[in-house]
């Protein structure tokens, strides 16, 4: 079945939640967690105001998801707050779809050097992001030194 890719609505916090919990934390951590970034009442260090979110469907069904803010963090102008893919439907393009999403929302707003944090022993992530042209910045980051919309992946 195909997915389609939109603007996070309230409705979908507690699906997001759901996916968030199955690597850490609980489902009500990551609901309040969501819904305060989302809103602008919780932010990361550094995170300015403009911030933008993108789920993606099948059919009824929420599959994944990504989050972004404008930034000042690491000299950075924008972060990858959150990408995530319910691990039934890694390896199908999902993130891939998300990635090219949330890269053109950083192009619209003018963001350039884009930073992601990433856990070393993270592989699937690393690769993802190595696909789109992030290099190491250090042990814990990754950056895109233009915007990874104006990257496609190497090996989709």
């Known amino acids: 079945m195909a997915f389609t890719v939109r603007a996070v609505e309230d409705s979908d916090i507690a699906a997001m939640a759901a996916i968030r919990a199955r690597e ?11 819904r305060l970034y989302l809103s602008g009442e919780h932010s990361p260090k550094q995170a300015l105001a403009a911030r933008a979110a ?3 469907v099948e059919g009824t069904t929420l599959v994944g998801f990504v989050a972004a803010h404008r930034t000042r963090r690491l000299g950075c102008d ?7 893919v319910a691990e039934e439907k890694r390896g199908l ?16 707003h003018s963001i350039h050097r884009v930073c ?11 690769k993802l992001y190595g696909r789109w042209a992030a290099r190491r910045l250090n042990e814990h ?14 090996n989709p």
């Open 24 to 34: 850490w934390g609980t489902e009500i951590f990551w609901k309040d967690r969501i």
């Open 54 to 56: 993108f789920v993606a």
């Open 78 to 84: 924008g972060e990858l707050q959150w990408m995530n």
């Open 93 to 108: 393009g999902v993130a891939d779809e998300l990635m090219a999403k949330i890269s053109a929302w950083f192009v619209e």
């Open 116 to 126: 992601v944090n990433v856990e070393a022993t993270n592989t699937v992530a690393l």
């Open 141 to 154: 980051w990754m950056i895109w030194e233009d915007a990874p919309a104006r990257a496609t992946p190497a």
